[in-house]
Nanobody, 126 residues
């Protein structure tokens, strides 16, 4: 079974930056689309960003466009979410997720993804 581990979360001031990492074990990520999702207390889990297996396409939640970027290094079995200009409303538990798809457009739909990491907490507060 594919195992995903997130890291890089923490406490940051508004306007600060964090880089989250999602690393797979046991399997290569070469053939997996990867999504980043987040969930704040009392709210539904929402898609933040996703990247296709070959890195040829990506999508972003409107609220984070221009502030977040996504990239992958398949040689390291790792996908990154760079978060800049962080806002308090970005505070959430962030998850990475994977689905075995080809190099196509990726959806920001949590029901699409089969494998999930344990989550890493991001808190934006002064």
């Amino acid at each position: 079974q594919l195992q995903l581990v997130e890291s890089g979360g923490g406490l940051v001031q508004p306007g600060g930056s964090l880089r989250l990492s999602c690393t797979a074990s046991e399997f290569t990520l070469d053939y997996y689309d990867i999504g980043w999702f987040r969930q704040a207390p009392g709210k539904e889990r929402e898609g933040v960003s996703c990247i296709t297996a070959r890195g040829s396409n990506s999508n972003f939640l409107d609220f984070v466009k221009g502030r977040f970027s996504i990239s992958r290094d398949n040689a390291k079995n790792t996908v990154y979410l760079q978060m800049n200009s962080l806002k308090p409303d970005d505070t959430a538990l962030y998850y990475c997720a994977a689905v075995h798809l080809g190099d196509t457009t990726c959806p920001l739909d949590r029901m699409t993804y089969t494998y999930w990491g344990q989550g890493t907490q991001v808190t934006v507060s002064s």
